[in-house]
């Protein structure tokens, strides 16, 4: 520099100034303190957070309980393949040993007349579930929640209780990663188009309006008769879709009221390049409202797995989508049917329905924190 | 303050012009109106000075500051910075000019390249040009090699007196030229100038990030300037970051003095605060301590008080001139406000549409207004004292829309004085009235 | 009797971080025709007052004590509905912020035909579009505008618009809140000269507030002084830039630069406004005040009359 | 206002030429070679095999294909079904598109009606436990699993109060005594509809023009009311037109559960955001200056709070729209409704590749479609964009 530094004063001696990154981790900590006296007095949010912590902790409780209590009978609560031979057991004896129905003709039919059962038939109006008895292979009808089966079983003599706790893992690992996808994208998108405008921004909002009508779940149900797509790719799919969508909209609206404020323009005047008023100045005064939109793509991302494989269009062994489509494939969702084992889906439905208003309670609770506008006063 | 005045100037703009597309169109998004947000504005400001630019909402002032700093690229017209990266001056040879030489200096003021080299009407130019490495390694490595003064030296044994350019220029007469040479040396003379000022426009690379280092801004609104999510450190610290300046803990240093120096005490309890903890009063220090952290040579500084409270206000109007007694910064004072430029400013210059309309000492101008619209301006201030009546100013209609004006003087249609002239010739031209009181008129 | 009279109001916040005293025992009155400018600066309360005369404060305000008068009855103790009948026909107002105080899905004229047809329902609509269209001719706006959208308006002329929207009903009193803040100085002074006829015209009062003192200056017959949250001084405008006692207010006058009259040094009031959460003790200018003394700290300065109808709020009173 | 919705239609209009073009990319470009497996789909006749050859050019290179997918996609030649062979694609989507509008249509007015008054009622009254329980009741309505939802509905009112049929379109039993096709009648429901719509609709704008005062407006729209009303009835239950009138009876009783279990599941939203909207509102300065004049509050939160909010509503829309063609498909499904997304559903099931294409591309235009109207209601409601 051609100009001479200014002769400052000196600050007296003895005076220490705090380590910068000591500051910043006091402020951090100062500012979630902050956020969390809001976020708890949203009210809603933290219901949500309950709700999501309970379901962490069922998720979290399947690994424990099949290395200890159910640890002799894997065979027995496996969430895919188990089954319980003291609940439905066809015997060669033709002696029908059910929880469920002890001598219901729901059960089985006697075909010859020889007083023992030739058919079992595990769903309530006659859908044929197993071969002749002679067929040790079978499986029997739900059984109602007992001691053994805390939920009871599905037509296929399977654990519900140990179904649900397997799929919660997985609605967890879909639900973030398919939001942490769509942020992501959807931030730097937005931060990128809203800065450079011009051609990027046309083709990024574009985009974004045909993402936007985009049938999803009609889109997936074409996607799925192509691909087989599992958790790994559902999530990914999902993810870049909703991350080219309407967040990128949302987002950019925000990073243009941004990019026009006066600190921005400071930034340039001090010489900051591109990427530091992107990296330093937009992408921060995003981040916020990314979050925010985060919970809510959790909600939807749970929520399209569940309406995929209630279709049967996923490749996915379990999960609560699917523990409600076979209840309904066996008959047990339609007319009156539905009181008669009403285990078999009421939880699972139920916990898609609360973990995906859990995520919605807790964006609803960030939003009075990010958006000044819905503040109390 | 007198003795700066005289100075070279620090800025020049020359016809700045900054036109704004108005997209129109179904089918392609053709620009066929333009905002004359600035249209054709020349002014100087000299090094140590506070000019003033003062107007309505709308009047193309704010646009002028942001083109100064390089927010803005100018439609046409040509904003020169001074260049302190380089010493220009004259090679005379008995008497007899050989050309002008632009030598680059290091950051210490040590020359290290020849810049440009410019031969006068008549001179040899490739002996001018030997003449300029041969001055380059004999003045290579001293610092302040050239001083204010013009020194002799003696090169190969031919004598060499070199004179500052800027001494050399206004030392020259033209009418000491023969006749016939006269215009070749005018436009000699013309290109001289260009030697010891960059043109803001061209900057890129390095010499961007350099001229980064020398302007800085503050802005009007001390809650937008500061970006929220940032502590004062970070937003002090952030020309340092950019610039890639001292380490972290140096940095920390630097910001704490800053802080002090603004008046932010004691430094510590504000280094790690978020800009919402403070109110608007420190909020514009914090900005004035950032816009000041890397010494710039100028800033535009535009409105920086018109949302401070009045109590609050005169201490940063106090701040800002202190600081300027004590770095030599020239400001570009931006306001709309005429009792807060009498108080700031040397000079200032009245925008109207986009053009200034008139242009002087501050004193000269608010004590002795010429053109109908300062004038009216200045009558329509309210005045803090009970007694004084002022008489309601008599101005026709609202300021009209700066889309595609007519080619006409732009205060024609509210003017109290207009003629037939005013309306059938272009907008007046900046005449000086004596005394550096430069009006566009044509009935004054 | 006064027209409209404030006695003792003190109105505090509730928010997360305690409670603001926003107003702390004001009393001022105000005559037929007079013009009151209520000067001060930023957060000290001249907008809470203004909104807490047409008891339009926010849900977590609370009014802590006092009385309005106005024509003799009690605006605090009025009920809901009746209050409602008094906003608009008794005390109307120009809003600190013009822009935005016009629905802009509505037109304009229609704004201002709804607050006449909701006061005066006997009105039938052609008449009162024809009042509009003189308020407008008033105001110095086209009659044609009546039927433009609000943001078809400049600046200027969504002022005026509200204006005219103010006088509407033929109110006693306007409270102008800042009514030019946000225009330039040539708008400023048409609108300002305009207000001032109409209300000698109309023998109307008007409360200005504004934090301009050269606004003040130009259009009260009576200045009060406000500083976070007190009224610290009130009297005759001459008698306020002459001889002020409080020294607030001599700071102010000192702080303000003029384009007129010699060019004089400006003067500083060190520090910085006090947070209203927790405001010091005793005088709340004291932390500022040069003349300070224990006294200050201590005990809080009554608001006395010094002169005839000359009041200010000080221990150590100037030009006393 | 014209150059805004001249812009939009040219912007949607591009929309739909991206959508097709990522929709044949999907469909037709497939590494490997997809459509292989459909040409050998054992449920087709040898003739038709060929025919579907030489059908989707398969032999063609790609950017001859791409237009002639495009050709076809203009000129509504979508091919033949092959699981409902012969019947053209187009006559099916004909058949079924009808349907699937009608039923969101009326679940869309009905639930945005409903969030309207609702939302705003609640950020009226914001911080009440009537702002808390609606919330919370309110995202669990938005988020609630569609097709146990819709089953538990069909259960109480279809099964166990049995006031409402359990499923499908028709009653087939019913239908099989009249020999009258149920696309006619379905045809005549949808006219009448419209043009009872179209009549209220042009009453209001008149009423509102004609600068009435309150009462007299108010009359005239309920005796409006009344008469479209009063004529519908007749229409349906009047001797002159039956059977028409039964059969549309019977079409109408089994709109109700799927109607109510659309408006359901999506109101939750809608009010939801409505809340949101009108507190913003709230705060602008008009609804202040609104309050100073002396207007009720009724008037206030009505007449000036509410207006404004509907606004982001409008632009909402869309969205909204958007998941109800996606939860569609699941309502259409539970309740055997065959309209568009039931026929997709199928379609992909049963690995009908042009009625899949057909059904999927239309879905997409009519989500536009319902783009351009929220856009010209937003033009029409904000007059910033209307004088433009």
Known sequence: MAVPAPPLKKPPKGRHLEAPWRARLRLLRRGLAGSWGMFWESRIGPLGLFIIAFYGLLALAHPILMATVWADERDVYDPKHGYDPQIIYGGFDGRLQSTVAPGSDDYYVDANGDGRPDYIYAGWDGVLQSKAVGDDKYRGGPAPPSLRHWLGTDP????????????????????????????????????????????????????????????????????????????????????????????????????????????????KVAGGSHMHIIVRHIIPNL???????????VTSAIFSEAVLSFFGILNIDMSWGIMVQMANIAGYLQGGAITKAWWIFFPASISITLLCAAFYFVGRGLDEIVNPRLRKV | MQTRTTAEPLIRVERLKKYFPVRKGLFFQRARSFVHAVDDVSFEIRPGETFGLVGESGCGKTTTGKLLVKLLEPTDGRIWIRDLRQVSFVVQQDGLPLGAV?????????????????????????????????????????????????????????????????????????????????????????????????????????????????????????????????????????????????????RELRVAEMLELVGLTPPESFLFRYPHELSGGQRQRVAIARAMIINPRFIVADEPTSMLDVSIRTGVMKLMMELQQEFGISYLYITHDLAVARYMCERIAVMYLGKIVEMGPTEEVIQNPLHPYTKALIDAVPVPDPTYKREPVELKGDVPSPLDPPPRCRFYDRCPIATERCAREDHPPLEDKGGGHYVACYEV | MALLEVKDVTVHFRTKRGEVQALDRVSFALERGEALGLVGESGCGKTTLALTIMRLLAENARILGGHIWFKGTDLLALPEEAMRHVRWKGISMVFQAAMNALNPVYRVGDQIVEAILTHEPKVTVREARERVAELFRLVGLDPKRMDHYPHEFSGGMRQRAVIAMALACHPDVILADEPTTALDVIIQDRILHRLDEIRKQLNMSIIYISHDIAVIAEVADTVGVMYAGKLVEI?????????????????????????????????????????????????????????????????????????????????HPRNA | MWKFLIRRVLQIVLTLYLFATIVFFIVYLQPGDISQVYINNPKLPPEAREALKRQLGLDQPPHIQYLNFMRNLVTGNLGISFSEYPRPVWDIIKERLPRTVALFLIATLIYYALGFHLGKLIAWRRKGLLDYSATIVGVVLFTVYTPWFAYLIIWIFGYKLGWFPLGKFLDPVLWRRYDVPANEVFGLMLTVGGAAILFLLAVYVLGRKLHLPPLPRALMNFGALGLAGGSVAYLLWGPE???????????????????????????????????????????????????????????????????????????????????VVDGGIITETVFSWKGMGLTLLDAVTNEDLPLAVGTFVFTGIFALIAHLIADIAYAYLDPRIRYE
């Not at chain 2, 206004?170 to 000491?176: E, G, W, Y």
């Not at chain 3, 009359?305 to 000359?310: K, L, T």
């Open chain 3, 235 to 315: 009297g005759p405008t001459e008698a306020i830039f002459r001889r002020p006692h409080h020294p607030y207010t001599e700071g102010l006058m000192g702080a303000f630069p003029s384009v007129r009259g010699p060019k004089r040094e400006l003067a500083t009031i060190p520090g910085e406004p006090p947070n209203l959460l927790n405001p010091p003790s005793g005088c709340r200018f004291h932390p500022r005040c040069p003349y300070a003394t224990a006294r200050c700290k201590a005990e809080e300065p009554p608001l006395v009359p010094f002169e005839v109808g000359h009041l200010a709020a000080c221990w």
């Open chain 2, 102 to 250: 632009g030598l680059r200096v290091d950051e210490e003021g040590k020359p290290v390249q020849v810049a440009r080299v410019l031969s006068a009407p008549g001179a040899n130019a490739e002996e001018l040009d030997r003449h300029a490495r041969r001055l380059l390694t004999r003045l290579a490595g001293r610092r302040g090699a050239l001083g204010p003064v013009p020194t002799d030296v003696d090169v190969d044994g031919q004598r060499l007196s070199l004179t500052p350019l800027s001494q050399f220029r206004s030392q020259f007469r033209l009418q000491a030229v023969p006749a016939g040479d006269r215009e070749r040396w005018e436009r000699w003379l013309r290109q001289t100038q260009d030697l010891e000022y960059v043109d803001v426009a061209r900057l890129s690379g390095p010499p961007l990030k350099a001229f980064r280092r020398e302007v800085q801004m503050i802005f009007q609104d001390p809650y937008e300037s500061l970006n929220p999510r940032m502590t004062i450190f970070d937003i002090v610290a952030e020309p340092l970051a950019v610039q890639k300046i001292g380490t972290i803990t140096e």
């Open chain 1, 287 to 297: 981040l916020p409202l990314s979050f925010l939109y985060m919970m809510f793509n």
């Open chain 4, 241 to 323: 037109f039956q059977p028409y009138g039964l059969l549309a009876r019977d079409i109408l009783w089994h709109m109700v559960l799927p109607v109510t279990t659309v408006t359901l599941i999506a109101f939750g939203g809608a009010m939801l955001l409505m809340r949101d909207s009108m507190l913003e509102v709230i705060k602008e300065d008009y609804v202040l200056a609104a309050k100073a004049k002396g207007l009720p509050d009724k008037v206030v939160r009505d007449k000036h709070a509410a207006r404004n909010a509907l606004l982001p509503m409008i632009t909402s829309f869309v969205l909204a729209l958007a998941f």
């Open chain 1, 156 to 267: 296929w003599g399977r654990d519900v209780f140990s179904q649900l706790a397997f799929s919660a893992r997985a609605e967890f690992f879909l639900g973030v990663m398919a939001a942490l996808i769509t942020v992501v994208i959807g931030t730097l998108v937005a931060a990128i188009s809203a800065y450079y405008g011009g051609f990027v921004d046309t083709f990024f909002m574009r985009l974004a309006d045909v993402v936007l009508l985009f049938p999803v779940i009609a889109f997936l149900i074409v996607l799925g008769s192509m691909f087989q797509l599992n958790l790994y790719s559902l999530a990914v799919v999902l993810g870049v879709i909703n991350g080219f969508g309407g967040i990128t909209i949302v987002l950019k609206s925000q990073a243009l009221s941004i990019k026009v404020r006066p600190f921005v323009e400071a930034a």
